[in-house]
């Protein structure tokens, strides 16, 4: 599973403006979860995957939803379920 550069650590600024954001993962295995470390400044509304490649099981798109609900920051953990690779996103809502 790929989210953003693997050398650098993702920082998502979501604004309260666009309502629901989203971010995209890249080359999984299809079955994702992902949580809010603090549920109080955001949290995940949906994961749609839209990819899904029968010809290799581990090149499986998705995207995770998320709705920002109080100025601050906090994190996002994407798992991938079949490999159990998880990736950890900075998120800092901002008005």
């Known amino acids: ?15 309260f403006t666009c309502g629901i954001n989203g971010i995209g993962i890249l080359r999984g295995s299809g079955k994702y979860s992902a949580t809010i470390e603090n549920e109080n400044i955001a949290k995940v509304e ?12 581990m090149f499986n798109d998705a995207a995770v939803h998320i709705k920002p609900l109080n100025e601050g920051e ?7 379920e079949t490999t159990g690779q998880v990736v950890k ?5 901002i008005r």
């Open 1 to 15: 599973m790929r989210v953003g550069s693997p050398k650098k650590r993702l920082t998502i600024k979501i604004p």
């Open 46 to 57: 949906s994961i749609i995957n839209w990819n899904t490649n029968a010809f290799n099981q």
């Open 74 to 80: 906090t994190f996002l953990n994407i798992k991938d």
């Open 89 to 93: 996103c900075k998120i800092t809502v």
